[in-house]
């Protein structure tokens, strides 16, 4: 591993998926208790963008919105983070998506409530023509997505398959998490997702409550040996474990790191994305697995600390003085 304050030229990666606007309360409790929320942009693939471009990897982020304030919120929101928005389609014909976040609960568990079903992506505003002209040029060296894109709507489904075959078709690595959302689909609908982009993809990305779902288990060489028996043929899984850390195999071989501790946990939405654009950054920077994993970790830990789903991802510069036990030095 080798820690650069300014990292040389990186590959490419291209993130897509459905951006969403999250309002978020200014206190906990429920929202009809509270009175200002305030809009941050969000979405899984667009978290992990973000994440991903605040280390130093050049990132683009795929996706169709509509012409709306929501919209708007998306595209200033990630250019701001450097993220390449070039590729955001805008939709008269339909809204962007949208859902609001609370804390409650004698644990002060974090509650979401969506409002995507009519969104541009959800409905088949999304026609990636342009993305996959560029995949064809060799624009990006990397492919990111999540089964949401597969279980909002046919057409989003459709036309994230036809990527992930092009990607295949071309050998540019992809990686899948598959984030379960149930209120998308049921367990069997989901698991169908999976069996779908197996044959694609490079690495398959999970967490422990997935895990459970969909395999029974989160026991990582498990989860690959079965997967391999249903057609997947790529390098490996990450298995995010929150608390616990997180574990990969790689043809049978297990690796874990633990989880990087935080003083006080504020929000854990986003924290799943946040390991996922450390690992990628990681292994794009040419790190091992275990080390990818860790700075997977690092990252994620940094954002249970912040409200917004990314608002408390780490720079580079933020991430070289933890690795290099710089982190608390206060003058």
């Given amino acids: ?130 993305v996959q002209n560029e995949l064809q040029a060799g624009t990006w060296s990397w492919v990111h997505s999540t089964g949401i894109t597969w279980m909002i709507g046919a057409d989003s489904r459709q036309a994230a398959t036809e990527l992930f075959e092009l990607c295949h078709t071309l050998d540019i690595p992809i990686s899948f998490d598959v984030n379960v959302r149930l209120k998308l689909g049921n367990v069997e609908q989901w698991r169908e997702c999976v069996k779908q982009v197996l044959p694609y993809i490079t690495w398959f990305l999970l967490g422990d409550e997935e895990a459970q779902l969909l395999f029974g288990t989160d026991e990582v060489i498990v989860i690959e040996e079965y997967i391999r028996k249903h057609g997947f043929a790529g390098q490996g899984v990450m298995l995010k474990l929150g608390e616990r850390g997180a574990a990969g195999s790689v043809a049978g071989v297990k690796t874990e790191v633990p989880v990087w501790p935080v003083t006080r946990v504020v929000d854990t939405v986003g924290a799943g994305d946040g390991f996922n654009a450390g690992w990628l950054a990681g292994m794009l920077r040419g790190w091992s697995i275990e080390e990818s994993m860790r700075l997977g970790s690092l990252v994620g830990a940094f954002a249970v600390t912040s409200m917004g789903d990314y608002a408390g991802y780490p720079s580079w510069s933020e991430v070289v003085q933890e690795l290099s036990g710089r982190g608390n030095v206060a003058r």
């Fill in 1 to 130: 591993m080798k820690l650069t304050d300014k990292p040389a030229a990186l590959p490419s990666v291209l993130t897509f998926g459905e951006p969403l606007v999250v309002l978020v309360p200014d206190a906990e409790g429920q929202i009809s208790t509270t009175h200002q929320l305030r809009p941050y942009a969000a979405g899984a693939e667009l978290n992990t963008a973000v994440g991903l471009a605040r280390l130093g990897i050049n990132a683009s982020f795929a996706c169709s919105v509509g012409t709306d304030p929501l919209g708007q919120i998306i595209l200033h929101s990630g250019r701001a983070e450097g993220v390449d928005m070039r590729y955001v389609q805008q939709d008269a014909s339909a809204p962007t998506g949208m859902f609001f976040k609370q804390w409650s609960g004698l644990q002060g568990r974090t509650s979401v409530y969506y409002y995507r079903s009519t969104s541009s992506m959800a409905v088949g505003g999304w026609n990636p023509v342009d």
